[in-house]
């Protein structure tokens, strides 16, 4: 519990809005247009490593087939987030929780937290750390950054009931780590999801090169690296410069509008 204590106190500190490179508030679901992202690529029966953020694209690769899922990333709330979602999918059938009548609020959460049945210790520590949420009145609204919901999520999962099962059976194989930093390289993957992760790096080169070299190690030849743009809206010269020793660089042929022009959804870097 000295654990659990810990993460609730960075947790009140970030809802004050003090800095915490550990924890930040995270994403009620995806803001990219998965429905055309994951129609550049194919993750089935592939080994695929995914950002975890809303947990969106880990439902989604399994969901599509994908051989095994692993995921990761450097806000560790985002793990205590994937099994509230998972828990709520399970026990309350929700999902798309954006939706106008399917908000998640504190209600919600207490009563769900009276049905879940933990099956190892990953999943007992989130029902504790959302016990202790709870307990100490901290409001689960404000934990959310107020973003764009992606709806096109309905555009792909056309049977709930399988989804569900398929969650249920699921553990999850998660990492706290920033992928620029040391990592495990002793699992491959065919299929690498960075969502815009490669934004936060920007023109930092050493960042871009410890990602670009770990992204390289860890995948299997031909293996591809999924990445958007959510805030520049296009890949820079100086990123593509640091990649294309080691990868070649692919525009994905979906486009979203912005404003009054058009730019790709998403980009992969496919290893040479």
């Not at 694209?57 to 990333?73: E, I, M, P, T």
């Not at 919600?108 to 937290?113: D, F, H, N």
């Not at 936060?200 to 591809?224: F, P, Q």
């Not at 990123?239 to 404003?259: G, L």
Request: with cysteine.
């Amino acid at each position: 519990m000295e654990e659990i204590n810990d993460d609730i106190i960075r947790t009140i500190k970030i809802l004050s809005l003090e800095k915490d490179d550990s924890y930040s508030k995270i994403y009620m679901n995806s803001n990219e247009e998965l429905y055309k992202i994951f129609k550049s690529f194919s993750v089935k029966d592939k080994k695929v490593l995914t950002v975890l953020s809303s947990s969106d694209q880990f439902f989604l690769c399994h969901y599509l087939g994908a051989k095994r899922v692993d995921s990761f990333d450097c806000n560790k709330i985002c793990e205590y987030y994937f099994y509230l979602r998972k828990w709520l999918l399970k026990y309350k059938n929700y999902f798309f929780s954006l939706k106008s009548d399917r908000k998640i609020n504190n209600k919600l959460v207490e009563e769900l937290l009276k049905l879940v049945d933990c099956s190892n210790l990953d999943e007992e520590r989130a029902y504790n750390y959302w016990c202790s949420f709870i307990r100490k009145g901290l409001s689960i609204s404000e934990l959310f950054y107020d973003d764009i919901y992606d709806d096109s999520l309905e555009k792909i999962i056309s049977n709930m009931l399988e989804l569900k099962e398929i969650v249920e059976s699921v553990n999850l194989n998660f990492r706290y780590q920033d992928i620029s930093d040391d990592i495990d390289k002793k699992r491959k993957y065919n299929i690498i999801i960075l969502s815009n992760l490669l934004e936060y790096y920007s023109m930092d080169y050493e960042k871009l090169k410890r990602c670009r070299d770990n992204l390289y190690e860890i995948l299997e030849d031909d293996g591809e690296v999924i990445c958007t743009n959510m805030v520049k809206h296009y890949t820079s010269t100086f990123e593509k410069d640091i990649f294309k020793e080691k990868f070649d660089f692919n525009d994905f042929s979906f486009y979203r509008k912005d404003f009054s022009r058009n730019y790709p959804v998403g980009y992969s870097y496919i290893k040479k």
